[in-house]
């Protein structure tokens, strides 16, 4: 299973030799160094390059293109390597070209086995004005190897990164590099062509040449000519087999250019990935009125990533412009505070009209102040309401409502989408605007359910007795979501309810067959199951730190783990609550989730051994509640849980197809 890695995650590798992939919009330089335990490299000798390509245990393309293999042989590595760095530049020579990636597509970087199985994903987004960035590094810790998403950039080039990684010579060194790409521009392989409907199993027609500023190589001469036009087969390319080139002498040799075009060398069934898909066309506006707003108009790889990062986009959009509406209001404020001071702080004002006067107009620039900056606000909001309209209706099961009609359509996935969809954020200023809250896949921490009554409900048992219910159902209506996104048999789930209050919540997924196995319940369920999954915990984290995963006993099931608790603490003895901090600290690297339904307040008889618990889960509520802030501008969000509609059938109809699905696979 794939790791899709955002900046600064890391993953397990659990084999020793290694192929790293690059793929991109447009030729790159890929490179690679090596580096001690302080992370410095201790010379050029430790820097692999397109004028030096190979070192121990590690090989670098010998020139700019738009897709890279790099081998890797970790075991190959000296002792004294700690951390290798892939580095990936744009190319200088010539003076054509893209000269920063805020111009070029997110380059893509996959780590994958020999035999092709991709281990972690990793697309490079947020450059802009830098021209070379560290990819991703593959670092030494405690004996093991793991990847880690790097992404940083730098606007000075390779000197600059060099220089960042203690090189005395790194102008020198970016030089010999750029001389090095120079000579083998010609050489430079074009981005792969967009696939067809066929699967790009037909030969394209030759495009006109293009420079190396359009994403093509330059020709040398006395590259070959065109080939004489070979016989049409008589089934044409509809009627070819899958798996088989329409033309057959498209096995043994590369596509042929017409006059003057570029010669492609690759292979056409060894592209890694295609190019991403063009976005959306975005209709023309009037004169003076913004563009009208397109789901999928945002940079990335494939639609559901396109979407992720708009979805995100929106959400920095309404942060930033209520920073903004906020700072002018309280600048407004304090300037009328200042400006009344000043009028009543001389007494010769007070006698009079002067004083009123002064005080008036301090009141009325505080006014336009406030009106012009609700204003802006304004216009922001309607442009995002827009866009909200356009997007929402786009998204895709793991990133929708349920009360959105793509989940009438729901099928089991394939993939394990980018992100999940927890609820909807919104903020005082803007509370008809929802935003989605998305967490990424797989789970980085577990989420609790608090099931606490907040101080706008009085201290009735009816009360907490009603947001006990909807806690566990936000927490079943989540389950499913999990449960629905991910393909058949990789993700499954547990739940402990030591005293089966939560029967009636459970029903669809008790009911559906979704569960491992039936609620556990009482003191010997709650340790037959924290147990079973302690074990398995340690198990997987032996084999993945000793590189044996295929040692893994054959019974045990490899599938990710959910497990809902219910009602904690009750049931749970020490042991058992020790047992569930492990989980929680290292159940998430080893594919087991926790999701806790419960009231921190009643758990404070446990003291403060329970406060790191609490800290690394993620606090969501069954009501809306004020309670999550970004630390980019620190306003605090309010949280909607996502929830099935009353009387909507849809949990019911997923969870049957997830069923289903589970079957044929078994």
């Known amino acids: 299973m794939t790791a899709e890695l955002v900046r600064g995650q890391n993953h397990p590798l659990s084999q020793s030799r290694l192929e790293i992939r690059v793929a991109a919009g447009t030729p790159l330089v890929a490179s690679a160094t090596l580096s001690d335990e302080n992370g410095k490299a201790r010379g050029v000798d430790w820097v692999a390059h397109p004028g030096a390509p190979t070192l121990p245990g590690l090989e670098v393309s010998r020139q700019a293109a738009a897709d890279h293999r790099l081998a890797v042989d970790l075991d190959a590595m000296p002792d004294a390597v700690h951390r290798v760095n892939v580095l990936l530049a744009l190319p200088t020579a010539g003076g054509q070209g893209p000269v920063r990636f805020g111009t070029v597509a997110a380059p893509f970087v996959a780590v994958t086995g020999l035999d092709g199985t991709e281990v972690a994903s990793y697309t490079i987004t947020g450059l802009d004005a830098e021209c070379a960035v560290v990819a991703l590094e593959l670092y030494r810790r405690q004996g093991a190897w793991k990847v880690r998403a790097v992404g940083q950039g730098y606007a000075g080039g390779l000197a600059e990164l060099f220089a960042d990684q203690g090189l005395t010579e790194a102008h020198r060194l970016a030089g010999t590099i750029n001389e090095a790409v120079a000579r083998g521009l010609a050489r430079s392989v074009p981005a792969p062509p967009q696939r067809t409907a066929e699967g790009d199993r037909t030969r394209q027609a030759a495009a006109p040449a293009h420079g190396p500023d359009k994403g093509g190589p330059a020709v040398p001469q006395g590259a070959p000519g065109p080939v004489p036009p070979q016989p049409t087969s008589p089934y044409g390319p509809q009627g070819t087999q899958p798996g088989y080139p329409a033309d057959p002498s498209a096995v043994t040799q590369p596509s042929s250019p017409t006059a003057g075009g570029p010669v492609d060398y690759s292979h056409p069934g060894r592209h890694a990935a295609a190019p991403p898909p063009p976005p959306p066309t975005v209709p023309p506006a009037p004169p003076g009125q913004p563009a009208p707003p397109v789901a999928g108009d945002a940079t990335g790889w494939s639609m559901d990533e396109r979407l992720y990062n708009q979805v995100w986009g929106m959400f920095e959009d309404l942060a930033r412009t209520t920073a903004a509406y906020r700072s002018a209001v309280d600048f407004a404020d304090s300037r009328m505070e200042k400006e009344l001071d000043q009028a009543l702080s001389d007494p010769r004002s007070r006698i009079g009209g002067q004083g009123e006067a002064a005080c008036e107009a301090a009141r009325t620039k505080h006014a336009q102040l406030v009106d012009q900056a609700r204003a802006a606000l304004d216009r922001d909001l309607a ?58 896949l797989p789970l980085e921490r577990g989420l609790w ?119 904690f603490p009750h049931g749970f003895d020490d042991r058992a609550v020790t047992q569930l901090r492990y989980l929680a ?35 969501l509520t069954p009501l809306p509640d004020d309670h999550l802030a970004d630390p980019w501008v620190g306003h605090a969000w309010t949280y909607e849980p996502a929830l099935v509609p009353p009387g909507s059938q849809v949990l019911q109809q997923v969870l049957a197809q997830v069923t289903m699905a589970r079957t044929k696979y078994r």
């Open 449 to 567: 359910i608090d099931s606490g009554r907040p101080a706008s409900l009085d201290d009735s048992s009816a009360d907490a007795d009603e947001l006990a219910r909807l806690a566990m159902d936000t927490a079943v209506a989540l389950a499913a979501r999990l449960l629905a996104v991910y393909p058949a048999g990789e993700f499954t789930g547990q739940v402990i309810d030591p005293a089966g209050s939560a029967a009636q919540a459970l029903a669809p997924l008790v009911q559906s067959g979704v569960l491992a196995t039936t609620p556990a319940l009482g003191a010997a369920g709650v340790a037959d199951v924290l147990t079973r999954l302690t074990q398995r915990v340690d198990l997987v984290q032996m084999a993945v730190r000793g590189g044996a995963a295929d040692a893994l006993p054959p019974g045990l099931d490899t599938a990710e783990q959910l497990l809902i608790v219910n009602d």
């Open 585 to 619: 600290d290292e159940g998430p690297a080893v594919g087991v989730h926790l999701m806790m339904v419960a009231d921190r307040e009643e758990a404070v008889g446990y003291g403060p051994l329970l406060d790191p618990l609490w800290r690394s889960l993620l606090r």
């Open 383 to 440: 442009q995002l309401a827009a866009e909200a309209e356009v997007v929402e209706p786009a998204l895709p099961p793991a990133y929708a409502r349920w009360d959105n009609p793509v989940w009438h359509g729901y099928r089991v996935p394939m993939e394990i989408p980018m992100a999940l969809r927890v609820g909807d954020l919104s903020l005082p200023e803007s509370e008809l605007l929802r935003i989605p809250m998305l967490v990424r």
